[in-house]
Antibody, heavy 126, light 113 residues
Framework: QVQLQESGPGLVKPSETLSLTCTVS??????????WSWIRQPPGKGLEWIGT???????NYNPSLKSRLTISIDTSKNQFSLNLSSVTAADTAVYYC??????????????????WGQGTLVTVSS | DIVMTQSPDSLAVSLGERATIKCKSS????????????LAWYQQKPGQPPKLLIY???TRQSGVPARFSGSGSGTDFTLTVSSLQAEDVAVYYC?????????FGQGTRLEIK
């Protein structure tokens, strides 16, 4: 049974870099079928897709975050990670990692999150 | 970006009654080559992550009760709970995965009347 566990600092100072790791168990990040995603949810608000990575190294980022965002994958540890630089209070949210399935259309290929971790709250404050 | 708009924002339905949630996309999410609508529905209970209920607009995820159904095509979609149970109290989100960025509706809170 697949499990995803987010980990990282719960408090980050403004202008610093938010770094989170998702540890996957019960599934391999190198499985060709799956993509690996990050989604966030500000307290009491809706969901925002952050980005996705495939073990091949291909990534797809939300354009609104792209200039500050890096998603990477460590196949040796069966983990993938999120780095978001120059954070502000607007980046305060519960951050979820998810396993996703890739689908393509005439608009490109995206990954549908199908199973989510429990999430971790990251607060940006001095 | 494709904007997803749900209605209503909140809904109260009696136990055993039907609940209907609407989702409208700002542009079509139907891919004509495979005739599939790139539209999903999620359920989020308090303190829990979202759970995938429906994908391709009408395909139930494995293990999802049959009382949940999805319909619609193009830009207009509906999630129906045919007979509301107490455990269905949650916020429901629609999502498009047709074009970058993936976007979600604002959510509909479903409660018991």
């Amino acid at each position: 049974q697949v499990q995803l566990q987010e980990s990282g600092p719960g408090l980050v100072k403004p202008s610093e870099t938010l770094s989170l790791t998702c540890t996957v168990s019960g599934s391999s990040v190198t499985s060709g079928s799956y993509y690996w995603s990050w989604i966030r949810q500000p307290p009491g608000k809706g969901l925002e897709w952050i980005g996705t990575i495939h073990h091949s190294g291909s990534t797809n980022y939300n354009p609104s975050l792209k200039s500050r965002l890096t998603i990477s994958i460590d196949t040796s540890k069966n983990q993938f990670s999120l780095n978001l630089s120059s954070v502000t209070a607007a980046d305060t949210a519960v951050y979820y990692c998810a396993r996703a399935l890739g689908y393509c259309s005439d608009m490109g290929c995206l990954a549908l999150p199908i199973f989510w971790g429990q999430g971790t709250l990251v607060t940006v404050s001095s | 970006d494709i904007v997803m708009t749900q209605s209503p924002d909140s809904l109260a339905v009696s136990l055993g009654e039907r609940a209907t949630i609407k989702c409208k996309s700002s542009q079509s999410v139907l891919y004509s080559s495979n005739n599939k609508n790139y539209l999903a529905w999620y359920q989020q209970k308090p303190g829990q992550p979202p759970k995938l209920l429906i994908y391709w607009a009408s395909t139930r995820q494995s293990g999802v009760p049959a009382r949940f159904s999805g319909s619609g095509s193009g830009t207009d979609f509906t999630l129906t709970v045919s007979s509301l149970q107490a455990e269905d109290v949650a916020v429901y989100y629609c999502q498009q995965y047709y074009s970058t960025p993936i976007t979600f509706g604002q959510g509909t809170r479903l409660e018991i009347k």
